[in-house]
């Protein structure tokens, strides 16, 4: 997935793989692994470097903002409630009990 948005960022830009190995201080067959997903796990500091030529977000480049679409907005909404309540992750562990009592609760009413 990786490979495939360098690409075809890179191929929008009209680079061909030699200009951006070049411009990102990278080798070419480096950069061609990548491309083809051969080398799936480049380290951060390429990624940038590619990022950074391509005048692409690191996130975007990675696929990360489609990601956030898998995440249903209500679960987002409800996340943003608790924070409004002041509520913080470490707390939810504090609250499981209650809402796993809650839980048997309504099983046990049927509702």
Not at 12 to 40: H, P, T, V
Not at 49 to 76: F, M, P, Q, T, Y
Not at 89 to 94: G, T
């Amino acid at each position: 997935m990786i490979g495939e948005n360098i690409k075809k960022r890179r191929k929008s830009m009209g680079l061909s793989l030699s200009e951006l190995a070049e411009r990102a201080e990278i080798s070419k067959s480096y950069l061609s692994n990548i491309e083809r997903n051969q080398n799936d796990n480049p380290s951060i500091q390429v990624l940038v470097k590619i990022a950074h030529v391509l005048k692409v977000d690191l996130r975007s480049l990675i696929g990360i903002e489609s990601a956030n679409e898998l995440i249903d907005k209500e679960w987002v909404d409800f996340i943003e409630d608790l924070r409004n309540l002041g509520i913080e992750k470490n707390n939810l562990i504090e609250l499981r009990p209650i809402i796993e009592f809650m839980i048997w609760q309504k099983e046990k009413s049927g509702k």
